[in-house]
């Protein structure tokens, strides 16, 4: 991935007719981008600010099929998502992981229904089941779930769902992708749409948003794939168009793995308002969330309202012997949904069902929206067939069911620098030829000084908050700490990008304002 050489070649190619430009580097659109190039079509992606900057670094980090739209009867979404769920697993298991949940139960009832309900999970995800579930009793919960109030407790279910890595997952696709022919770019924002004399949609007009210079590009087809952004694109295809996104916000609060003591997730199916809450350990600490708020606002750093805070909080208290307080909270996180606008009833977001919408406009805009990390190969493969059957590409086969981000060599013998696929063999050399380059970036953060480096020849950060945000997860592990590591972080960054210390001082200086919203 290396971004100055992929600008200057698209400068040099600026009469380049690109079979597809997709807007937008989130899951949806990198999953188009991997798609679209592994069938052999001149791809380019666009993202206006680093890949997964909007929600896809924000999810819960689950590979699931969703327990609760099983409950809600939505079978064919649950179906489909946990045949994703397997295949993610064996295509990414560098930055996947088999996860075992609980879900303690407080009536027999319950016991019974949730017994019966992930029986019937297990049967759905056929050959590709990740572990069958099974109930346990009230001591053997607790002996699972030490943290857990045993007051009326009847006994847990156990199943399997997976757990991931969504920003570094991301950065594996976006890498596969440019290896494959993929011209795919962060930091460039598409500014308007490039339309032809009868009015249907030949390119885009879109900024470097580095150094602002402007460029026309030009494409058999443009794909909208901005998430809780795709009404700004709808808008610049048709300007009256109506609001479709109704933003809905998730927040996350990050705590310290005592509060769980578990190697286990735990799964609350009803808390007081009737949603799902998980508490799940990522890394070394524990995430917890997450909450359904309707919003008006769209932004790529939404901030956690203080009543999301305290009903986490709250919930957590209901259920953990050790509950945490506000200062104990390491890190806070905000993601937004895009989820379909319901004008007869705005408020009701966690009804709103959560698969994906592919549509076409008469100007030939594709937008693919909603559905979830989980889904994004399949949310691929339906947009990419959609044009290939409005006859904007010539047919050819999807590849990407079983093809792998990783092989399972690299996540045996990585060990934690797994995570960087085949870059943990440069990693161990970097520190191998120079030692103290293996010294952690902060005691409380997991990341070496090499690590670092090797990210910023590598992954195509642009800002100190792309590599402690999304390349690394300090912001999310752990915002003080992220924070204090911040001006070691700039200084290898500038070493390694050839840049100078009021570079470093001014990344200091927007980092340290950003991660208000983190604490
Ligand atoms: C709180 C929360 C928890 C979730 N948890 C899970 C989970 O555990 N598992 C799961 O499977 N799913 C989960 N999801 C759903 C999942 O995260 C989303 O479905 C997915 O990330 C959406 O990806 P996207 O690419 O469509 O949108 P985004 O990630 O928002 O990407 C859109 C991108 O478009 C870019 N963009 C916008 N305008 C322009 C422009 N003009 N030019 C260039 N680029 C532009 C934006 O900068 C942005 O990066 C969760 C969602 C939320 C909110």
């Known amino acids: 991935m290396n971004r100055s050489e992929l600008i200057s070649n698209l400068k040099k190619e600026q009469d380049k007719i690109w079979d597809i430009i997709i807007i937008g580097g989130g899951a949806t659109g990198l999953g188009v981008a991997l798609d679209s190039v592994t069938r052999g079509y001149k791809t380019l992606l666009l993202e206006q600010a680093d890949f997964t900057s909007g929600t896809s670094s924000r999810s819960t980090k689950l590979v699931h099929g969703g327990v609760r739209y099983l409950a809600k009867g939505d079978l064919w979404l649950v179906m489909e998502a946990l ?119 030949t390119g885009v007009k879109a900024s470097e948003m580095v150094s ?62 009737g949603r799902v809450l998980f508490a799940i350990p990522w890394y070394n600490e524990v995430v917890v969330g997450t909450t359904d708020t309707p919003l008006d606002e769209i932004s790529l750093e939404p901030k956690a309202l203080d009543q999301e805070i305290d009903f986490i909080l709250r919930t957590a208290d209901a259920y953990l012997t050790h509950s945490p307080k506000r200062e104990d909270v390491l890190s806070i996180f905000a993601g937004l949904r895009p989820l379909a606008a319901n004008p007869s009833n705005p408020g009701a977001t966690k009804e709103v069902s959560r698969r994906h919408k592919i549509s076409l406009s008469s100007s030939g805009l594709l937008s693919v929206i909603g559905g979830k990390w989980t889904t994004y190969r399949r949310m691929a493969e339906e947009t990419i067939d959609k044009a290939i059957k409005a006859g904007f590409l010539q047919k050819r086969k999807c590849l990407t069911h079983h093809l792998p981000l990783a092989d399972n060599e690299i996540t045996r013998h990585g060990g934690r620098l797994g995570i960087y696929g085949s870059g943990y063999k440069e990693i161990e050399h970097i520190i191998a030829d120079n030692p103290s380059s293996g010294l952690l970036i902060h005691k409380d953060l997991p990341y070496t000084k090499a690590e670092i480096s090797w990210i910023c020849s590598n992954e195509m950060p642009v800002n100190l908050d792309d590599v402690l945000s999304r390349r690394t997860r300090a912001t999310l592990l752990n915002a003080r700490a992220s924070a204090e590591s911040g001006p070691e972080v700039a200084r290898i960054m500038a070493e390694t990008l050839g840049l100078d210390s009021s570079w470093q001082s001014s990344q200091i200086k927007a980092y340290n304002e950003l991660i208000s919203k983190y604490i």
């Open 212 to 273: 602002g210079e402007e460029f026309i590009l030009t494409a058999k087809v443009v794909i909208n794939a901005t998430g809780v952004f795709a009404d700004t694109i709808t808008k610049m295809d048709e300007p009256l168009s109506e609001a479709s996104i109704r933003p809905s916000q998730g927040i996350h609060l990050v705590l310290d793995r005592s509060f769980l003591r578990s190697n286990s997730a735990i799964m609350i199916p009803k808390t007081e308002d």
């Open 83 to 201: 045949h994703e769920r397997g295949l993610m697993l064996k295509n990414a298991p560098h930055l996947t992981s088999n996860q075992e949940f609980i879900i303690p139960l407080y009536s027999l009832f319950d016991v019974l229904q949730y017994w019966l309900g992930l029986k019937f999970y297990d049967i759905l995800s056929g050959r590709l089941s990740l572990g069958k579930s099974y109930y346990i009793n009230k001591e053997k919960t607790l002996e699972r779930l030490p943290n857990l109030k045993g007051e009326g407790l009847k006994g847990g279910i156990v199943y399997h769902d997976g757990q991931f890595d969504d920003s570094r997952l991301a950065v594996s696709m976006a890498a596969e992708s440019i290896k494959r022919g993929a011209t795919v770019l962060n930091y460039f924002r598409v500014n308007s749409l490039v339309k032809n004399e009868l009015g249907k949609i």
